[in-house]
């Protein structure tokens, strides 16, 4: 089977669709499928519109003698390879990471609202948002197959009266993760001192940096020698800037921008706690690459966050921008070493379901 690949980002681009790309690259050929892949940032540079007319001509030149286009998102690279899978009478398959509307809409539109409560009242927010739903939901019924990635985003996606039985979910596959180094060395390494607690995210409203923020400033109140690492970059970082300058915390909350997936993992490996104070999650690689490396977790009970850690066994779970929890979850994971060991250990275990070997075969079964 011939198989084109439609995605935003591609080698050496850091993200999701990516890092899944990579994924498939690595596992199909190996199984008999022929991959040719499509990125969009081939075109990123072209003006709007244009880039867009170009990456679908793109897709048809591509497409000719493919049995299957597999667009890795509902709208940037969606609209395009449905419009290419039309013309070309080529099957579409579509994988939904997360809602592209509501997503773009947090970011740009003023949309304030959390995802669930997104879907019950769209058509109240501006033109560029309900196109952007049009878009996504023509995208998705058009699809020969929805791919998901988890169970709470085939929830939500059959609240787009989707058929069931046209949702496939298949789980993220966690990557090759390499670390030859102690976590005494890594911090060495990177000057890590006292309670180091990281995030590892794109700075956008719906990830909540600014209630982690705010968890340390408050721990660091109380006399904790805490300081946060900041890994990623995004439309919040300048008023991130800001609130470090605001609260002159220089010298305790570092934004370090977007990093190399092994300088992310050892930092990573050397810190204390991992957080991800999040309103809304498909299903987080992050969290699965952090499990797998060992550090304590403290996430948020939405998405499918709740399909990766159950509460007190592989991570904790607070509520999202509840500072205090943040910070009482982190005094008692700075304080408890059993516990972490269990949380820590348990993860590893869960992992296991997420491994490449694992999910290779569920993909091979979406495309057989």
Same mark, same amino acid.
């Not at 966690?174 to 030859?180: G, T």
């Given at each position: 089977?011939?198989?084109?690949?439609? +995605?935003?980002?591609?080698?050496?681009?850091?993200?999701?669709?990516?890092?899944?790309?990579?994924?498939?690259?690595?596992?199909?050929?190996?199984?008999?499928?022929?991959?040719?892949?499509?990125?969009?940032?081939?075109?990123?540079?072209?003006?709007?519109?244009?880039?867009?007319?170009?990456?679908?001509?793109?897709?048809?030149?591509?497409?000719?003698?493919?049995?299957?286009?597999? @667009?890795?998102?509902?709208?940037?690279?969606?609209?395009?390879?449905?419009?290419?899978?039309?013309?070309?009478?080529?099957?579409?398959?579509?994988?939904?990471?997360?809602?592209?509307?509501?997503?773009?809409?947090?970011?740009?539109?003023?949309?304030?609202?959390?995802?669930?409560?997104?879907?019950?009242?769209?058509?109240?927010?501006?033109?560029?948002?309900?196109?952007?739903?049009?878009?996504?939901?023509?995208?998705?019924?058009?699809?020969?197959?929805?791919?998901?990635?988890?169970?709470?985003?085939?929830?939500?996606?059959?609240?787009?009266?989707?058929?069931?039985?046209?949702?496939?979910?298949?789980?993220?596959?966690?990557?090759?993760?390499?670390?030859?180094?102690?976590?005494?060395?890594?911090?060495?390494?990177?000057?890590?001192?006292?309670?180091?607690?990281?995030?590892?995210?794109?700075?956008?409203?719906?990830?909540?940096?600014?209630?982690?923020?705010?968890?340390?400033?408050?721990?660091?109140?109380?006399?904790?020698?805490?300081?946060?690492?900041?890994?990623?970059?995004?439309?919040?970082?300048? @008023?991130?800037?800001?609130?470090?300058?605001?609260?002159?915390?220089? +010298?305790?909350?570092?934004?370090?921008?977007?990093?190399?997936?092994?300088?992310?993992?050892?930092?990573?490996?050397?810190?204390?706690?991992?957080?991800?104070?999040?309103?809304?999650?498909?299903?987080?690689?992050?969290?699965?690459?952090?499990?797998?490396?060992?550090?304590?977790?403290?996430?948020?009970?939405?998405?499918?966050?709740?399909?990766?850690?159950?509460?007190?066994?592989?991570?904790?779970?607070?509520?999202?921008?509840?500072?205090?929890?943040?910070?009482?979850?982190?005094?008692?994971?700075?304080?408890?070493?059993?516990?972490?060991?269990?949380?820590?250990?348990?993860?590893?275990?869960?992992?296991?379901?997420?491994?490449?070997?694992?999910?290779?075969?569920?993909?091979?079964?979406?495309?057989?």
């Amino acid at each position: 089977m011939k198989i084109l690949i439609a +995605t935003g980002l591609y080698t050496p681009d850091i993200g999701g669709p990516a890092t899944y790309t990579r994924f498939l690259e690595r596992v199909l050929p190996a199984r008999g499928f022929s991959l040719t892949v499509v990125s969009f940032g081939e075109v990123r540079h072209l003006p709007k519109i244009i880039r867009h007319l170009a990456y679908l001509w793109k897709l048809l030149r591509a497409g000719w003698e493919v049995d299957v286009i597999y @667009a890795l998102d509902t709208v940037s690279v969606g609209l395009p390879a449905t419009i290419a899978s039309i013309i070309l009478r080529t099957p579409l398959y579509v994988r939904v990471p997360g809602d592209y509307a509501w997503e773009q809409g947090q970011q740009r539109f003023g949309v304030t609202s959390t995802l669930d409560e997104f879907q019950h009242e769209c058509t109240r927010h501006s033109k560029e948002v309900r196109a952007l739903v049009f878009i996504q939901a023509w995208v998705v019924h058009h699809a020969t197959r929805v791919v998901v990635p988890s169970e709470y985003m085939r929830s939500l996606v059959m609240g787009w009266e989707i058929a069931s039985e046209k949702i496939i979910r298949v789980y993220s596959a966690l990557s090759p993760i390499i670390l030859s180094e102690t976590r005494e060395s890594l911090r060495q390494k990177y000057n890590y001192t006292g309670v180091v607690v990281t995030t590892a995210a794109r700075l956008v409203p719906w990830k909540g940096i600014v209630g982690l923020c705010e968890a340390v400033l408050a721990q660091r109140g109380q006399g904790m020698n805490v300081s946060l690492e900041i890994i990623g970059d995004g439309v919040l970082r300048d @008023a991130l800037e800001v609130f470090i300058k605001k609260h002159n915390a220089y +010298t305790y909350i570092t934004l370090r921008g977007s990093v190399g997936k092994q300088e992310l993992w050892e930092r990573v490996k050397a810190s204390d706690v991992f957080v991800l104070n999040t309103a809304y999650e498909g299903l987080s690689h992050q969290l699965l690459e952090v499990m797998n490396i060992g550090t304590p977790i403290i996430t948020t009970p939405v998405g499918g966050n709740v399909e990766l850690i159950t509460h007190g066994k592989e991570g904790l779970l607070v509520a999202h921008n509840d500072v205090q929890a943040i910070g009482e979850a982190i005094t008692r994971l700075t304080n408890d070493t059993l516990l972490c060991e269990h949380i820590t250990r348990a993860a590893r275990t869960k992992v296991g379901q997420f491994r490449e070997v694992v999910i290779a075969e569920e993909v091979v079964r979406l495309f057989s």
